[in-house]
């Protein structure tokens, strides 16, 4: 393991910041923390990075205990989501200064800086101002700088949050490349779940302090150990007592056993999807709300105000619900398989 943390505890004042945390971050892998802003995130990162210290627990990097040991000589990279360059430096000092710091013979550092250049597809802009680039590359030569020193762990905190979605997407696919070249163990916080499914190879889910997951993408996705994580990780919908994902569900234009009636009441074609509320003839539940594809419902010749009737669908992973259909359970009967 290249990070283990553990019983890490943090409070800001009487503000229960982190509680109990225990973790461990393969070497090697892309990691991601995920959740909602105010969870932690970044105070656990930031744990790891030495630039905040935990009340209690520990934390060890590459089998070395780093609790107590400077940010400086944890040998980390960070790049944060309004990165610092030094705005009177060119591209190629910025990501030559560690190094610099770090009194490197002169032919090291410049032949480091022209494999960064490389790596992050820079080289034109060697001899740019940061004000000279666009949002999307300022990212990358922080990326570039953080990895100049050969970092053991690369911290990232929200590093894309600040660009428009189109670049953010690029980006994205480009650290996933780029993990897969360089292979360094990297922590990256993110609130945004696409993000962290798309990009990371395991995503630990942070909320309230506390973790509430540690899996891969399809784990997570799939098998949800909390109601938490199933709402966090993507659409959710309430189907009788079950909180279940809206393409889970399975519609029938004829009638089925055990199954809930109801009436399209709203039709939304979105791309290749087509999403429907279905309001339940029974009960004051709200609308369910299902999502087909565009072929399925031609297929069954859906329409607007048609009765149908929708079931799970096979292997579909559903939360049984107890409490009030308005809000999300906290007694549950978790992971049910339907
Ligand atoms: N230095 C501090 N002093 C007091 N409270 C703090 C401090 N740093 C963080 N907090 C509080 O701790 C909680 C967790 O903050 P943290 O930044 O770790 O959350 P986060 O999950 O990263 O959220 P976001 O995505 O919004 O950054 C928040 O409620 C925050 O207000």
């Keep these: 393991m290249s990070i283990e943390i553990s019983q890490v505890n943090k409070n800001f004042g009487d503000f229960v910041a ?33 630039l905040e210290e935990a009340d209690s627990g520990r934390v060890e990097i590459e089998g070395v205990d780093a609790t107590r040991l400077p940010a400086q000589k944890r040998n980390v ?20 200064f560690g190094l610099e710091i770090r009194k490197r013979p ?18 034109q802009f060697r001899d740019r101002l940061p004000s000279q680039l666009s949002g999307g590359q300022r990212q990358r030569m922080a990326l570039a ?9 690369l911290l990232l905190d929200e590093p894309f949050g600040a660009l428009d979605a189109k670049v953010r997407k690029e980006l994205r696919d480009w650290l996933r490349r780029l993990h897969d070249e360089v292979h360094v163990t990297t922590v990256f916080v993110t609130h945004d779940q696409e993000e962290a499914l798309e990009v990371a190879d395991s995503i630990v889910v942070i909320n309230d302090g506390r973790i509430e ?25 309430r189907l009788g007592d ?29 791309g290749f999807e087509v999403r429907l509320d279905v309001t339940p003839s029974e009960g004051q539940q709200p609308p369910v709300q299902v999502t087909v594809t565009r072929a399925e419902a031609r297929n069954l010749g859906l329409q607007h105000g048609d009765e149908l009737w ?17 809000t999300l359970s906290t007694q549950s009967q978790l992971g049910v398989t339907v």
């Design 310 to 326: 929708l079931t799970p669908a096979a292997g579909a992973q559903a939360i049984r619900a107890t409490n009030d259909p308005l």
């Design 18 to 50: 982190l509680e109990g945390i225990d973790l461990s971050i393969p070497t090697g892998q892309l990691t991601a923390l995920l959740g909602p802003s105010g969870g932690g995130k970044s105070t656990l990162l930031r744990i790891i990075a030495g």
């Design 77 to 96: 990279g960070f790049v944060f989501q309004h990165y610092a360059a030094f705005k009177h430096m060119t591209v190629a000092r910025n990501i030559a």
């Design 242 to 270: 079950l909180q279940i994902r809206p393409h889970d569900i399975e519609v029938s234009v004829t009638p089925r056993p055990d199954a809930v009636r109801g009436r399209i009441t709203r039709w939304t074609r979105i």
């Design 145 to 153: 700088r953080a990895l100049a020193i050969e970092p053991t762990v």
């Design 213 to 237: 997951q540690v899996g891969s993408p399809d784990e997570l996705y799939d098998a949800p150990a909390t109601d938490f994580v199933l709402s966090f990780l993507g659409p959710v919908t």
């Design 106 to 123: 002169k032919a090291e550092i410049a032949a480091k800086v022209d494999e960064m250049l490389e790596l992050v597809h820079l080289g």
